[in-house]
């Protein structure tokens, strides 16, 4: 399988999980929901491949492909 995730972000998607899921564990008042939310995280750092980034890479280059453009204009031509 492909990766998609680099390789900075496979060492920060760990950290950033073990910080939600140590807030969660530490500070009561956080729904206990949300240390669920860090596994997703956790897990692509893990695999090294993240669905989301497939899916918009696909719709990315589909809109590239069509001829549409992705930058914005704001009405000042050079």
Not at 25 to 41: D, G, K, R
Not at 45 to 61: E, Q, T
């Amino acid at each position: 399988m492909n990766t998609n995730v680099k390789t900075s972000e496979q060492v920060i998607r760990p950290i950033f999980s073990l910080i939600i899921t140590t807030a969660v564990l530490l500070l009561p008042q956080l729904p206990p929901w949300l240390a669920l939310v860090a596994i997703y995280p956790f897990f692509t750092a893990l695999i090294g491949w993240d669905p989301f980034y497939a899916v918009f890479n696909i719709l990315r280059d589909r809109k590239q492909s069509h001829g549409i453009s992705t930058r914005v204009s704001h009405g000042v031509s050079a």
